[in-house]
């Protein structure tokens, strides 16, 4: 974001003049004019910036400088000047929507402070409505698989080009990371998508009658087999097949998995008639599928079979500053399913879940974002005193989230400041700044 605003109206040269020598001094760039208009036109949605006007000047007043502001963007800060008999008129301004007022005589001090506190304010209002406009104008995968993070990108690469053929494809991912969402994705994006997309976990069907789910079976076929069935292999012709938790499958019957994806037939039990099947086959594990085999309690030739294509899914730990466009993702995924009205998410809060360590993954921030919707999980009360002030919120989860970068590249400085987007030199001050070293970054 580029160097925030701050617009100065006074028509008293002298005051202007001091005030924006001291601003300057605390490091703001000032606009500062005696006439409303010009920095009115300064002003628009994506304005970083705040106004500070006078309410008496001539010709107008600050009041009405403000509905004109706030006529451009509801929710610019604006600060405004008074003297003592204007202190009615600044309360009533303060009740139509003023971020602060100022009573004659004040220190610059005290204004720059007032001044950051509000740009802190605008710079979260402008990230918001880009988060926002990110989730409404995604479509497609990354309405699906939703990051900015270079994972996701070459996540959502791998997907798109292997989404247009009919390799058979294995997923590695941890728990709750999105198997079957990639599957899906691979699935729909492709030429098989107006077909069936049959989803079977291996690991949740007992052994005795996972066989008869894969390959469906005639009557009499055994013992409570009254009719024929067909299975879940045959149903899907013409579509995919996702085997979740692939690992699970009995060993028995990866021979006959193997066979059918080498000859794509299937045979029912009770029947020696071969059906051709055209699938694609995705699989997926949390498993190193090559070190079970070594175990044996994998086939090799299965997973060779199975890794001629894979892809790799991300865990949440290694891409934390997703997590607050991932949330409002899910928050707003929440929203359509109970009904309810999304409650305003506070930078601590967001600090708070960017700390974690999520071994659930996307599912487990699905699970808070749900209760969160519901009104179940609790935001931390800001206090009374300026401890808790929204400058200290966003500079809380500031820190937090370049201690969790420092953390995920253990301690490694050039990683960290290439995945957050700053400078050697940004991180080095930012880390001076909130007090963080390697060793206490490692910690958190």
């Known amino acids: 974001m580029d160097q925030a605003t701050v617009l100065l109206i006074d028509d008293e040269a002298d005051l202007r003049g001091s005030l924006s020598q001291g601003l300057e001094l605390s490091g703001q760039d000032v606009f500062a004019t005696e006439k409303p208009e010009a920095a009115l036109e300064r002003i628009s949605r994506d304005f970083y910036g705040v106004l500070v006007t006078d309410i008496r000047m001539p010709g107008t007043d600050g009041f009405q400088v403000m509905r004109r502001a706030f006529e451009i963007d ?69 309405s699906r698989l939703v990051g900015r993070t270079a994972s996701m990108d070459l ?52 052994a005795e009658i996972i066989e008869s789910e894969l390959f469906g079976h005639e009557k009499g076929a055994f013992t409570g087999a009254s009719g024929q069935r067909i299975g879940k292999l045959e149903h899907a012709h013409g579509g995919s097949v996702f085997l979740d938790e692939i690992e699970s499958m009995p060993l028995e019957l990866q021979v006959k998995l193997l066979r059918v994806i080498e000859t794509r037939t299937i045979e029912r039990l009770g029947s020696n008639k071969a059906i051709d099947l055209d699938v694609r086959f995705i699989a997926a594990t949390k498993e190193d599928l090559e070190a079970a085999g070594k175990e044996g309690r994998f086939r090799l030739d299965l997973f060779y079979r199975l890794n001629v294509v894979h892809v790799a899914i991300p865990p949440l730990r290694d891409r934390l500053e997703d997590i607050p466009l991932l949330f ?9 399913r ?58 809380g989860f500031e820190r937090a989230l370049i201690a969790a970068e420092l953390k995920r590249n253990a301690g490694a400085i050039k990683p960290t400041y290439e995945n957050l987007g700053l400078s050697r030199k940004a991180l080095y001050e930012k880390m001076r700044k909130y007090g963080l070293g390697k060793d206490e970054a490692e910690a958190v």
């Open 338 to 395: 109970y009904r309810r009205e999304i409650p305003d998410i506070s930078e601590a809060y967001l600090a708070g879940l960017v700390a974690r360590d999520w071994p659930g993954n996307v599912r487990e921030l699905r699970n808070v974002a749900d209760r969160f919707v519901l009104g179940l999980e609790q935001q931390p009360e800001p206090a009374a005193d300026s401890g808790s002030s929204l400058f200290d919120q966003v500079a």
């Open 155 to 206: 996540l959502r690469k791998n997907v798109t080009a292997l989404a247009a053929t009919d390799a058979d494809v294995l997923i590695l991912g941890e728990t709750g990371s999105g198997k079957e969402v990639v599957a899906r994705a691979l699935h729909d994006e492709g030429p098989r998508k107006d077909k069936p997309f049959v989803a079977l976990n291996c690991g949740a069907l007992p």
């Open 328 to 336: 409002r993702h899910l928050a707003v995924e929440a929203r359509a």
């Open 74 to 142: 509801p929710a610019l800060p604006v600060v405004l000047i008074t003297g003592h008999g204007d202190v009615p008129l600044a309360v009533e301004a303060m009740r139509a929507g003023a971020y602060d007022f100022l009573e004659k005589p004040f220190s610059v001090t005290h204004l720059a402070s007032v001044v950051e506190r509000a740009l802190d304010k605008r710079r979260l209002v402008l990230e918001n409505r880009k988060l926002r406009e990110e989730l409404a104008d995604r479509t497609g995968l990354e």
